[in-house]
């Protein structure tokens, strides 16, 4: 079974058997940004080291950007975010995924928080 990682800048991060990593933005996150009108992904094949912004979105309250969490290389784009924004926000950690990363160092997953260490961090942002 897949586990689920997470950033100190809201991201999330569910690692795969074979190496690779979905990556999206979680459910605190897409609250306070509010409806996501607008998503630019990476490419395919593009290189990252950790903390580089990797994706940019936008909603009707603000825009930032997506950090890749780890070092690793852009395999897969979730591309109905082009069309459809909006999934962002009905199902950040579903069908609201950014991109997939082919991860460099899979021990880099040990620098981030899990859900316990995450759910603390947003409690004590309320």
Known sequence: ???????????WLRSEADGVAT??????????????????????????SAGDEAATIESV?????IKIPVAGTIVEVNAALEGEPSLVNDAPLADGWFFKVKL?????????LNEAAYQQLVGDLA
Request: aromatic share 8%; no cysteine.
């Open 61 to 65: 309250k603000a825009a930032g950007e």
């Open 104 to 112: 460099d160092d899979a021990g880099e997953l040990d620098g981030l």
């Open 23 to 48: 990556v999206g933005i979680t459910g605190f996150a897409q609250e306070q940004l509010g409806d996501i009108v607008f998503v630019q992904l990476p490419k395919v094949g593009e290189h990252f």
């Open 1 to 11: 079974m897949s586990e689920i990682k997470f950033t100190e800048s809201h991201e």
